[in-house]
């Protein structure tokens, strides 16, 4: 009788996993979304991203389902990231939650007005390829740290490039703690002046 019992309460858990349903887009915009029956161990995941290359900015808004490892904690809360090198800059504001369509908001575009903190940064491509970024960038919106390190790139003419960056980071970026893997000794973070 246990069992029985046992089978019918895992047999509901597991057709309850199965059956989030979250909202889904295919355009930019997200203009258009849709309501779809995700993967087990799966959350709901909208996003709003701020792009900034140069004087270039683009926003796209992404609804989908997610898979759980893919969603910074914690589930159910907005949380907003950045990092930016001064030329290029990257902005996102995520939700994950686990109940059905709670996706369907779209998420404000991150914060860009400044917070009053500063950091160094190389102010052009000749600054990042000598290694002499002597210029000061202002912190937007939740950047509250500093990092710097250096990266190797082969563009389409083959020519090796080095490059050292410096810029500004929110904590849930690539390089935020020192036990993340991705963190070496040359991209640690400190914080913002």
């Known amino acids: ?60 808004v992404n609804k989908s389902c997610s898979s759980l490892l893919s969603c910074f904690p914690p589930l159910n809360t907005q949380v907003e990231w950045s990092v930016n090198v001064g030329v290029a800059k990257e902005g996102h504001h995520q939700l994950c939650c686990t109940t059905d369509n709670c996706n369907f908001p779209t998420l404000a575009v991150p914060n860009t007005l400044a917070n009053g903190k500063q950091c160094p940064v190389c102010g052009s491509l000749a600054e990042s390829q000598n290694g002499t970024c002597n210029s000061t960038l202002s912190c937007q919106g939740v950047e509250d740290r500093c990092f710097n390190g250096t990266t190797d790139h082969t563009p389409s ?31 640690r973070p400190r914080s913002a002046l």
């Open 1 to 60: 009788m246990k069992l029985l019992l046992t089978l019918c309460l895992a047999c509901s858990l597991l057709s309850t996993a199965e059956s989030l349903r979250c909202h889904m887009c295919d355009n930019d915009n997200c203009s258009n979304s849709t309501s779809v029956t995700c993967p087990v161990f799966s959350a709901c995941r909208t996003i709003t991203s701020l792009r900034q290359t140069g004087p270039f900015t683009s926003v796209s």
């Open 157 to 187: 003419d083959n020519k090796p490039l080095h490059r050292f960056l410096q810029g500004r980071q929110t904590p849930l970026s690539f390089c935020s703690s020192a036990a993340s893997p991705a963190t070496s000794a040359a991209s």
